[in-house]
């Protein structure tokens, strides 16, 4: 049968495209031109901040203090996971030769980007985890340089569990800066700090275009839309988990649409009928989103059977990607589109938001169907190399000959040409690319 929609969208991540990019553009312009002066002059106006724009070690202690015990092991502990995944991460991006012909030998090493640029949210929430996420794995990557940016807010500063995380983690320098302004400043190298080859963290929309217009220039870890989460979930899932869990990511923002497929129909049926109680029990901060959230882009779809469940989500390509059913080693072989996958109602979205040590940023607008999220590798260029010995490099030198003059590349053709007339003088070659 075909996909049931219980729940269509009425909106989609499109719908409320606002029209951001000459604002954007004009900013960036502005802050390139005029540089830290304008920068200071965007931060009063948008930020409503006059204070220290680079973070001193004196103000970082004094933030520390300001951090309950209790909070700092949790951040401590969320670290340590998000370091250890991160690190055997790296252990993958290995250092390779192979001799490709005798006598001709090519390699691949992994090189760390020298400065990365890690914007962290701090509008109404506190992105703590950002932090976590962002400038631990640029850290264990081999960053040489890393900066921490977040909005300060008026009259206030960066939020103290914001810039105890931001330094245990590893940044160098912390900025006190949010928005085109802060990304700015990390791009074009202001307030005496080396320039990002990467930007990387979530941000609002201004924050998204601003790394859009600015990707080549720089390197971006992608360009992100509103997070998204879907359930795959059949009759064994508890109905109560499984509407908590829409909640929790329908949350995030008005826009951030929730999915629930499933092939069981009553169970669809009844948690329907749970959210909108989970959603009027929220306090009132978190309430609006949520309800704006589900009423607008969630959908519950119906399917025929875990094939089409699976397939359904592989069309989606969500950013997370929950499991709530029976045998979970088959949905991990047949699911193969999403940005982060949790397996089984022991673990959430939420464990991975925040302290499990997976990343948290990640692919969201159906991009997972082609990337994933951030990572150590991110922040690291593989890089190749050649060496050869005259004898290795004869037939090589032969087939680039040819090939270049099939291509009508003759200058190329030449530089393989000269290498062979000089090492094998007494040998004849046909470089013909007829012959």
Request: charged share 25%; net charge negative.
């Amino acid at each position: 049968m075909p996909r049931e929609y219980l729940k269509k969208a009425t909106l989609t991540s499109k719908s409320d495209a606002s029209d951001v990019k000459a604002t954007v553009r004009a900013i960036l312009d502005d802050i390139e031109a005029g540089g830290d002066k304008a920068a200071m002059e965007y931060a009063a106006k948008f930020d409503q901040y006059d204070g220290n724009v680079v973070i001193t070690r004196a103000e970082i202690e004094a933030a520390a203090a300001l951090v309950p015990e209790k909070l700092k092991r949790d951040i401590q502990f969320a670290h340590n996971n998000v370091r250890r995944f991160a690190e055997a991460q790296k252990e993958t991006c290995k250092d390779i030769e192979i001799e490709v012909v005798p006598g001709l030998i090519a390699g691949q090493k992994s090189i760390p980007v020298t400065g990365a640029g890690c914007y962290v949210p701090g509008g109404r929430y506190s992105h703590i985890a950002s932090a976590i996420m962002t400038v631990t794995t640029a850290s264990v990557a081999g960053c040489k340089h890393i900066v921490a940016c977040s909005p300060p807010r008026p009259g206030v500063g960066v939020a103290p569990a914001i810039i105890y995380a931001a330094d245990l983690c590893g940044a160098d320098t912390i900025l006190a800066m949010g928005g085109v302004q802060g990304v700015a400043a990390m791009t074009f190298g202001l307030f005496g700090l080396p320039k990002a080859n990467i930007l990387v963290g979530p941000g609002n929309q201004f924050v998204a275009e601003a790394k859009r217009m600015l990707f080549g220039r720089v390197g971006i870890d992608m360009i992100a839309g509103p997070t998204d989460s879907l359930i795959l979930a059949d009759a064994a899932a508890d109905p109560m988990v499984v509407a908590t869990d829409l909640v929790g990511q329908a949350e995030h923002g008005y826009n951030s649409p929730v999915w629930l497929v499933t092939d069981n129909r009553p169970l669809a049926e009844k948690v329907m009928r749970i959210v909108p109680g989970l959603i009027d029990d929220l306090p009132e901060v978190n309430r609006d989103n949520a309800f704006a959230a589900w009423r607008d882009y969630a959908e519950v779809i119906v399917c025929a059977d875990r094939e089409e469940m699976a397939a359904t989500s592989d069309d989606y390509a969500p950013e997370h990607l929950t499991v709530q059913a029976e045998d979970l080693e088959w949905w991990l072989d047949r699911l193969s589109c999403y940005g982060s996958l949790f397996l089984g109602e022991e673990t959430t979205v939420a464990f991975g938001d925040k302290a499990a040590g997976t990343n948290h940023v990640l692919p969201t607008s159906g991009a997972a169907s082609y990337t994933g999220g951030l990572s150590v590798h991110k922040y690291m260029k593989i890089v190749t190399w050649q060496r050869a010995t005259r004898e290795g490099s004869k037939p090589v030198a032969e087939a680039t000959a040819r090939i270049a003059r099939l291509e009508g590349m003759e200058g190329h053709a030449r530089t393989a040409d000269i290498r062979l007339h000089k090492y094998f003088p007494n040998e004849t070659f046909d470089l013909t690319a007829d012959g």
